[in-house]
């Protein structure tokens, strides 16, 4: 896909998810938690994992806060 063509679906998809779930622009949390809704209750986690890990950058945030999360979480107890 065309990276330009890639960047408008991005928008679109990321304009509707806004509108869909009452989400504004400057509080897009209410999209974002649908959307990993959707990943967690319409795909198999595997499927999830694997197209998460080929998205390096966001795969490696995901991975370092995890671990911090429970780094923390253990320190505490």
């Keep these: 896909m065309a990276i330009r063509t890639k960047r408008q679906r991005v928008q679109e998809t990321f304009e509707a998810a806004i509108e869909i779930n009452g989400a504004t622009?400057?509080?897009?949390?209410?999209?974002?938690?649908?959307?990993v809704e959707v990943l967690n209750t319409?795909?198999?986690?595997?499927?999830?994992?694997s197209t998460l890990s080929k998205k390096t950058n966001l795969a490696k945030a995901v991975t370092c806060n995890f671990h911090k999360d429970q780094c923390l979480s253990y320190e505490k107890k």
């Excluded at 319409?42 to 994992?49: G, P, Q, R, T």
């Design 25 to 35: 622009k400057e509080n897009n949390q209410p999209a974002l938690e649908r959307m």
């Design 42 to 49: 319409k795909f198999l986690k595997k499927e999830v994992a």
